[in-house]
């Protein structure tokens, strides 16, 4: 199979894999962090770079490693990067907090690993007056009582 790119097609390939290695855990600054299942893809496609027109936005590291550059790095592929992360933040503040909130209400023996109709419609209800509360304040009024409920 052939296939072809343009050198802007090809640019916005290494910003989608430089988003996908930053979504497995891969930091560009930590060679290390590097997912073992994606490397050799990632070597070959950072690599194909130059080929491509795009050398500008790789670089070669001592070991011959390559990797996004600041192009990519700090480009419009950083600021979807913020927004991914911001958005999974709230999700997941506002999801675990009415969790929480509901089993308490439920107590420890009562919830299980399934929810019924109207457990998932408190949970929705929870989920939702976090969130209501995120829009207006942001984490202002998130306290964290150490130690426990006070």
Same mark, same amino acid.
């Given at each position: 199979? $052939?296939?072809?790119?343009?050198? $802007?097609?090809?640019?916005?390939? =290494? +910003?989608?894999?430089?988003?996908?290695?930053?979504?497995?855990?891969?930091?560009?600054?930590?060679?290390?962090?590097?997912? #073992?299942? @994606?490397? %050799?893809?990632?070597? $070959?496609?950072?690599?194909?770079?130059?080929?491509?027109?795009?050398?500008?936005?790789?670089?070669?590291?001592?070991?011959?490693?390559?990797?996004?550059? +600041?192009?990519?790095?700090?480009?419009?592929?950083?600021?979807? /990067?913020?927004?991914?992360? &911001? %958005?999974?933040?709230?999700?997941?503040?506002?999801?675990? =907090?009415? +969790?929480? %909130?509901?089993?308490? +209400?439920?107590?420890?023996? $009562?919830?299980?690993?399934?929810?019924?109709?109207?457990? &998932?419609?408190?949970?929705?209800?929870?989920? %939702?007056? @976090?969130?209501? #509360?995120?829009?207006?304040?942001?984490?202002?009024?998130?306290?964290? /009582?150490?130690?426990?409920?006070?």
């Amino acid at each position: 199979m $052939k296939v072809s790119f343009t050198q $802007k097609e090809f640019s916005r390939l =290494l +910003e989608l894999v430089h988003l996908g290695l930053a979504v497995a855990g891969s930091r560009p600054e930590d060679p290390a962090t590097m997912p #073992e299942r @994606y490397a %050799d893809l990632t070597q $070959k496609v950072f690599g194909l770079a130059e080929p491509f027109g795009c050398a500008d936005q790789v670089e070669v590291d001592v070991n011959g490693q390559f990797f996004p550059n +600041e192009k990519i790095t700090e480009g419009p592929a950083a600021e979807k /990067l913020e927004r991914f992360q &911001e %958005d999974v933040f709230w999700n997941e503040l506002a999801l675990r =907090l009415a +969790e929480r %909130d509901l089993h308490a +209400e439920l107590g420890a023996t $009562k919830l299980g690993d399934e929810l019924t109709e109207a457990e &998932e419609e408190r949970l929705a209800a929870l989920e %939702d007056s @976090y969130w209501r #509360e995120f829009e207006v304040n942001g984490v202002n009024h998130l306290v964290v /009582l150490r130690g426990g409920k006070g």
